[in-house]
């Protein structure tokens, strides 16, 4: 069964932009029409080529905020407008820039930035006929520089020396980028004449040709996963498109996909080490991004940062420069059309804090891994690698703890005995009584007594026999037999009962004659008096306090069947005394509140004979 959801780490990657006041502003870009970025970032610097005489541009410290002066120290580089910038990979403190007054210039930027306009270059490199049209850094080899003129010719140099070491012809037109692949042994070009061309860095001989995008417009090209290439560029309708393109074929494209109808040109960023490609379009509002790797279609789409402002340079933060401990994977700063400078940070949703090593493999270092003599020889290497955060590679890297191991003592142990019983908890109680009781607890255990009145549990100690009080305790205890729980628990309360009235117990909607109703007064009465009977029994029994029953109702006073019971005078001397009395005092209460009831209910039989009797 195929999977619907595609598995992937960056299936989630969404964007954060960071608040404004966090952000510079106030910068004023250059205005000429050219395409190019304008732009370029490292982890201690970033540059903007700005509006000004000549091709002056500004180099300002990542970290700074708020707004730029007006009278900030730039670079003045050249005599005429600059084109394009870029650091270099090696040292976060060197920039070459091309222009249009047939030069390229390296420049080596302070530790602290800049405190004044800078004017004198590290390395001119004069040898282009027309305008340098654009520039890159070798990704390996040290002091590298490749830069492309409008005269149709590229240039390797040594910034180094300053002289060129080999000189690559034979584009028919124009330029438009340039892009070495992963350890620089080939670069691949992209020319006005719609063609896609990868050549060899050592020789400047091409390796493979195809016919890339139809449009007449800029069209751009850069390596990605396993040598391939991807392309952007439009349509002969000016729709703007991508394409994935094997090195042995550039002409027929692995997948291709339409984006939409614009102007600007699509600028692509890609990350080897997450694999996910940026496409950037020179005056959109929006950024796309897509994963690539070895699964068909081969290129994912997954999501696209819109804002209200569109971009007019745009800068590509390296993973030197970002933030692992929050799970950063990219970093894009955006300058606006209002120069705005925003930050745009693409993040993974993750639980942890910790360090994520799957999401950071070792990037590239600054430490080069050939010298440009070495290169010139025909030697290739893989770039020198370093981890991103290298406190969490230290860490990790540390050999564990070794724990000192000590004897199982529990190995040691018996195993427990296969005769013993188990119990339940209903078992528990019998099972406790049968224990004989210690010299503290001899005295005789109280048992529970429920008042049915007020429901209040009382503990009445129990009265042991004449003979069984001369027996010692634990003979005593060993012949109790258990005892065996029979009808109601006395630790439950009571059901409750409902009483009805004797509206109720009529018949409903029925009329009575005036005998029926005599006749009903008589049976009621004669019913409670039964009652009564049976009541004034029941507290009799139980307390053994009350005189036995008689035919004729007492007419004792209240105070007076107190004083009979409970001798003035008398002083409980113990618990026991006190309880005894509180309980005839309730007896004597209920009598009285018996004898109330009666009252109550002989005057509402008076008083319905009254009503009914004619």
């Avoid at 191991?405 to 908890?425: C, E, G, R």
Wanted: proline letters at 8%; glycine letters at 6%; aromatic letters at 6%.
């Amino acid at each position: 069964m195929a999977q619907i959801v595609r598995q992937s780490k960056f299936r989630h990657v969404f964007c954060k932009p960071v608040k404004h006041e966090n952000c510079m502003s106030d910068i004023r870009v250059t205005e000429i029409t050219w395409d190019s970025l304008f732009c370029d970032v490292n982890p201690k610097f970033i540059a903007f080529i700005n509006r000004g005489a000549g091709g002056p541009f500004m180099v300002i410290p990542v970290t700074k905020t708020g707004r730029i002066d007006k009278d900030y120290p730039f670079v003045d580089a050249h005599k005429a407008p600059c084109l394009e910038i870029a650091w270099s990979p090696f040292n976060d403190n060197v920039i070459a820039s091309c222009s249009e007054d047939t030069t390229a210039k390296v420049w080596v930027i302070p530790e602290r930035g800049l405190t004044r306009n800078l004017c004198e270059p590290a390395v001119e490199l004069t040898g282009h006929q027309k305008r340098v049209n654009t520039l890159a850094w070798h990704p390996v080899a040290n002091n590298l520089l490749l830069t492309a003129g409008g005269e149709n010719v590229m240039f390797l140099w040594n910034v180094g020396t300053g002289e060129a070491l080999l000189e690559i012809s034979g584009h028919p037109d124009q330029i438009w980028s340039i892009n070495f692949n992963y350890d620089g042994s080939q670069f691949v070009t992209t020319c006005k004449d719609k063609k896609i061309r990868i050549l060899d860095s050592h020789t400047g001989a091409v390796v493979s040709e195809g016919v890339g995008h139809e449009g007449v417009k800029p069209q751009k090209a850069i390596f990605v996963k396993d040598g391939l290439i991807l392309t952007t560029g439009f349509t002969k309708r000016s729709e703007r498109l991508y394409a994935l393109r094997a090195p042995e074929d550039l002409s027929t494209p692995i997948v291709e996909e339409e984006l939409d109808t614009s102007n600007g040109v699509i600028f692509p960023f890609w990350d080897e080490d997450t694999g996910i490609v940026y496409l950037v379009g020179k005056g959109d509002c929006a950024i796309r991004y897509y994963e690539i790797n070895n699964e068909a279609p081969f290129v994912h789409y997954i999501n696209t940062y819109t804002t209200s402002e569109p971009q007019r340079a745009i800068g590509f933060q390296s993973k030197r420069g970002i933030s692992s401990e929050e799970i950063e994977i990219n970093r894009i700063y955006k300058l606006t059309t209002k120069g705005v400078v925003d930050i745009l940070q693409f993040f993974v949703p993750r639980k942890s804090d910790l360090f994520q090593h799957d999401l950071y493999p070792d990037t590239r270092s600054t430490i080069p891994a050939l010298t440009a003599e070495e290169f010139m020889e025909g030697k290739n290497s893989d770039p020198i690698r370093q981890p991103v955060n290298a406190a969490a590679a230290a860490a990790a890297a540390k050999p564990k703890v070794q724990v000192a191991k000590k004897a199982n003592i529990l190995s040691t142990l018996a195993p427990t005995a296969t005769d013993v019983q188990t119990q339940s908890y209903a078992e528990k109680p019998q099972q406790q009584m049968s224990r004989p009781p210690s010299s503290a607890a001899a005295s005789p255990r109280p048992r529970p007594v429920v008042d049915d009145d007020m429901g209040i549990v009382t503990m009445r100690p129990e009265q042991p026999s004449s003979a069984a009080s001369s027996r010692p305790p634990s003979s005593r205890a060993s012949e109790i037999p258990p005892k065996e729980v029979k009808g109601p628990d006395p630790m439950k309360p009571k059901q409750a009962v409902t009483l009805r009235s004797r509206a109720d117990r009529d018949e409903p909607g029925g009329a009575l004659t005036p005998g029926q109703r005599r006749a009903a007064a008589e049976l009621d009465r004669i019913k409670r008096d039964q009652s009564r009977q049976a009541d004034e029994d029941d507290v009799s029994a139980p307390t053994s306090l009350a005189p036995p029953p008689s035919s004729t109702r007492s007419s004792a006073s209240p105070r007076a069947s107190v004083s009979s019971d409970v001798p003035s005078g008398h002083v409980p001397q113990n618990m026991d005394e006190l309880l005894d009395d509180l309980m005839k005092m309730k007896a004597v209460l209920r009598q009285h509140e018996r004898r109330i009831r009666i009252l109550e209910e002989e005057i509402a039989d008076r008083n319905m004979s009254n009503a009914y009797s004619f």
